[in-house]
């Protein structure tokens, strides 16, 4: 269990790190000045519980939390900044432009979460030549 635990969090700090480089490429737009990328680390790192994007300094997780929530509303705050974060990137999909709302259909909102992680996984894909690290 504990091996388990240790590889999980390696591959969330690795999901961490190609995110954040990735965005530096995809997302320049977004990083034009001190202002503007002070306000994207922020949007990057909304997107984790713990607002950062270091797993080290903090004990092993116990449960499954935010873009792996099993619970939709627990999820659904931290897919809408991953999606925020997605909207900046070249060739974002129009199905995605409108946020995700918690008053719309769940299972509408299960799909938007999913094409968000497929974009991501192409994203990723098509700028460095392998699938990326997903915890």
Same mark, same amino acid.
């Given at each position: 269990?504990? *091996?388990? $635990? %240790?590889?999980?969090? %390696?591959c969330e700090q690795?999901?961490?790190? !190609?995110?954040?480089?990735? /965005?530096?490429?995809?997302?320049? /737009?977004?990083?034009? /000045?001190? !202002?503007?990328?002070?306000?994207? *680390? !922020?949007?990057?790192? #909304? %997107?984790?519980? @713990? ?11 116990? $449960? ?6 099993? #619970? &939709?509303?627990? *999820?659904?705050?931290y897919f809408e #900044? ?7 990137? !070249?060739?974002?999909?129009? @199905?995605?432009? $409108?946020?995700? /709302? *918690? ?7 299960w799909k938007g ?9 192409? @994203?990723? &894909? ?7 690290? %997903?915890?």
């Amino acid at each position: 269990d504990l *091996a388990r $635990q %240790i590889v999980y969090e %390696i591959c969330e700090q690795s999901f961490r790190y !190609e995110l954040l480089d990735l /965005d530096e490429h995809l997302g320049c /737009d977004a990083h034009k /000045d001190k !202002e503007a990328r002070k306000e994207r *680390a !922020e949007l990057l790192r #909304s %997107i984790f519980p @713990s607002k950062s994007l270091k797993v080290w300094n903090r004990d092993l997780p116990q $449960q499954n939390d935010g873009l792996n929530a099993p #619970s &939709f509303n627990v *999820a659904l705050p931290y897919f809408e #900044s991953f999606r925020k974060v997605l909207s900046a990137w !070249e060739h974002f999909p129009e @199905s995605l432009k $409108q946020p995700f /709302d *918690a008053t719309g259909c769940e299972h509408d909102i299960w799909k938007g979460m999913k094409e968000c992680c497929l974009f991501y996984v192409q @994203s990723y &894909f098509d700028n460095t030549g392998r699938p990326p690290i %997903i915890p």
